[in-house]
């Protein structure tokens, strides 16, 4: 059965906004609010135009835009798929595991490095350190629904707590840190993008030179000590930033 005929898709033809829109704006939010779930195989294309009494290429162009954002896929053979919702993190001082949890992505972690490093400047400077003093360096996979979404690059002072392989692929590293009686409580944050690297763009599942969305943070405790420094890279299909902004009094 048509997992759409349970939806209650309706265009305005009164409307400025396109047709295509209309309709492709209600599957999205469906696919967000998990009404259309990862894995779920959308009805045929001229049974779908019929019954919203839409055209065929107007559904096609509907279906095609999300297709574009990574929430569709079409596979041959099969038809077009729900692959997931783009998870929208909110500007605030959470962890990127605690954020997909909270939307139901079913985060898992593959840990690349966890080694000892001398501070380079730009680590030094930015965790108020000694230039070359040692730091703990982990290097971090975080997948959903067994694709790539993130690559997470942090530096951490030593002694702060104990890094355990098994622990960082089983949880977040703000509560590890929470669990270890660290108060976390400003960061200083700058989010940006440019082209993946070649190495980037294998570890991520993307085409060399696409775009990434990019994060630096150093991340403060109740003491005003820099108990983190991360650099961090997204998929933009996969993820965005969500910001709230208020109009000065």
């Known amino acids: ?50 019954r919203l009494g839409l055209s065929r290429p107007t559904v096609r162009q509907a279906i095609q835009s999300l297709v574009d954002k990574g929430l569709l896929v079409r596979r041959r053979g099969v038809g077009t798929q729900v692959v997931h919702s783009q998870v929208k993190r909110p500007l605030e001082l959470s962890s990127l595991y605690d954020d997909l949890e909270t939307a139901g992505q079913r985060p898992a972690t593959q840990v690349l490095v966890n080694t000892v490093v001398t501070a380079s400047a730009e680590v030094a400077a930015a965790l108020g350190v000694a230039e070359n003093s040692e730091l703990h360096r982990i290097e ?11 690559y997470l690059c942090n530096y951490l002072p030593p002694g702060l707590l104990d ?3 098994a622990q960082l692929e089983a949880t977040g590293l703000y509560r590890l840190m929470r669990a270890a009686g660290i108060t976390l409580h400003s960061a200083r944050q700058t989010i940006g993008a440019r082209a993946a690297t070649p190495d980037e763009a294998a570890r991520l599942g993307e085409e060399p030179a696409a775009p990434l969305l990019t994060m630096q943070r150093v991340t403060f405790d109740d003491t005003g000590r820099a ?23």
Not at 13 to 18: A, D, I, K, L, W
Not at 230 to 247: A, D, I
């Open 163 to 165: 890094l355990d392989t």
């Open 140 to 150: 971090r996979l975080r997948l959903t629904h067994g694709e790539p979404m993130a």
């Open 227 to 249: 108990v983190e420094y991360g650099t961090h890279t997204y998929r933009p299909t996969r993820y965005s930033f969500e910001f709230q902004l208020l109009v000065r009094p």
């Open 1 to 50: 059965m048509d997992p759409t005929v349970q939806l209650e898709l309706s265009v305005d033809r009164g409307s400025p906004v396109p047709l295509y829109y209309q309709l492709s704006q209600q599957l999205e939010s469906a696919i967000e609010h998990g009404a259309l779930t990862p894995g779920t195989l959308l009805g045929n294309e001229i049974e779908l135009a019929a």
